[in-house]
Each structure stands twice: as structure tokens, then as C-alpha cells.
Antibody, heavy 120, light 110 residues
Framework: EVQLLESGGGLVQPGGSLRVSCVAS????????MSWVRQAPGKGLEWVSS????????YYADSVKGRFTISRDNSKNTLYLQMNSLRAEDTAVYYC?????????????WGQGTLVTVSS | QTVVTQEPSFSVSPGGTVTLTCGLS?????????PSWYQQTPGQAPRTLIY???TRSSGVPDRFSGSILGNKAALTITGAQTDDESHYYC??????????FGGGTKLTVL
């Protein structure tokens, strides 16, 4: 069974940095795209970023472009999201999702999420 | 900026049929946007229901179906059950690796 386990969330001050991680299991990690989706408290879901299986292609929502960096280590079956210049509006649960890129474009498995709180 | 629109809320009686829609602030939704649908109950991770307009994800009951209705994508629940009371989100693929979520529909079954 596909499992995605996020970690690394926590409290960070505005302007600070944080890296969240997602360890994947039960599928060939390097052959699948991955994504981060977030959900602010009491709000809807928002796509944040996606990365191809090789890591050679990355994509970002305008709201995080230039501040967040998605990456992956296929030898460790791990996805990362480096978040810099954090703002209060980045406070959210960050979900890792397995992503189908070609001819489908959807999130097929989800982790349970990790909470990032940006506050002084 | 493209906005994906969904009804904020909807209500259905147990056993009834409901159709939720997913539109664009400008233009029509077609299969080229690869509409997908997700269910989320409070405190839980999303669950994938439908992808590529009308393909059910593994394990999803056949009372959930997807389609294009007019200029929108649609999720129809036939024979609604109390367990179906959730938030439902659609996603449209905009190309160039960009996906956009709708604001979500809160479905009440009563």
C-alpha cells in the first residue's frame, strides 16, 4: 500500500525558513511526479508545487514562486519543500501527494500532512 | 488570474442524487483540463475520487461519477449516503505543470 509520511512542520517566525519532508513507500518513487498541496486553517486546498520523477522539472504556484523550492532525493524516496521568507499566510497543513503527470494530471495518493505555523 | 468555481454548499437527502459543478471564471471546462475530484472530511487528508473527467479512483463506489455538463465539469453522487457528507474539491490542470483547486463545496446529507 502506498504510504506518504510528512514531517518537519512546526512554528517559525515571519521571514524565517523551514524544510518539510515526505518519505514515500510501496511504489517506485523515481518514476512518479510528486506535489505539495496546502490547506490554511478553515480554508480550502491550494496547490503549491510539483516535481517530475527525475527532479528535472519543477513547477510552482505564483503565491510561493521565488520563496519555496521543491526537490527530491530518489535514493532516499524522499520529497522536500524548502520554504524561505515565510509569511503568516503560509500557515497551513502541508500535504505531500503522489502526482500523475502525463495524460491524467491528478493527485492519486495523499499523506496525512504536517502543520506549519508562521507567527511571532 | 484563472479562478476555478464551485458551489460553496449543497444539500441532499439520503438516497437522493446531487450534482456538484466545477467551472472557470472565464471560459469553458473541457476534458483538456483533466478535471479531478477529491473528498475531504474535517481533520482528514483528501481522498481521490475521480480523475481525467470520469475515471473513478481505485476503491471508489460507483455511486460517484464524473462528467462534463455544459461548460463545467460535474461530480454526481447517486444514492447519497450520510457518509458522503464532506467537502468536495475539483482540480483543473492549466498546462505547464500548473494545477488549480476550486474553492470546494460543503455537502450536507440530511
Amino acid at each position: 500500500e502506498v504510504q506518504l509520511l510528512e514531517s518537519g512542520g512546526g512554528l517559525v517566525q515571519p521571514g524565517g525558513s523551514l524544510r518539510v519532508s515526505c518519505v514515500a513507500s510501496a511504489f517506485t518513487f523515481s518514476t512518479y511526479g510528486m506535489s505539495w498541496v496546502r490547506q490554511a486553517p478553515g480554508k480550502g486546498l491550494e496547490w503549491v508545487s510539483s516535481i517530475s520523477g527525475s527532479g528535472g522539472s519543477t513547477y510552482y504556484a505564483d503565491s510561493v514562486k521565488g520563496r519555496f523550492t521543491i526537490s527530491r532525493d530518489n535514493s532516499k524516496n524522499t520529497l522536500y519543500l524548502q520554504m524561505n521568507s515565510l509569511r503568516a499566510e503560509d500557515t497551513a497543513v502541508y500535504y505531500c501527494a503522489k502526482y500523475k503527470f502525463s495524460a491524467a494530471y491528478y493527485f492519486d495518493y495523499w499523506g496525512q500532512g504536517t502543520l506549519v505555523t508562521v507567527s511571532s | 488570474q484563472t479562478v476555478v468555481t464551485q458551489e460553496p454548499s449543497f444539500s441532499v437527502s439520503p438516497g437522493g442524487t446531487v450534482t456538484l459543478t466545477c467551472g472557470l471564471s472565464s471560459g469553458s471546462v473541457s476534458t483538456s483540463y483533466y478535471p479531478s475530484w477529491y473528498q475531504q472530511t474535517p481533520g482528514q487528508a483528501p481522498r481521490t475520487l475521480i480523475y481525467s473527467t470520469n475515471t473513478r479512483s481505485s476503491g471508489v463506489p460507483d455511486r460517484f461519477s464524473g462528467s462534463i455538463l455544459g461548460n463545467k465539469a460535474a461530480l454526481t453522487i447517486t444514492g447519497a449516503q450520510t457518509d458522503d457528507e464532506s467537502h468536495y474539491y475539483c482540480v483543473l490542470y492549466m498546462g505547464s505543470g500548473i494545477s488549480v483547486f476550486g474553492g470546494g463545496t460543503k455537502l450536507t446529507v440530511l
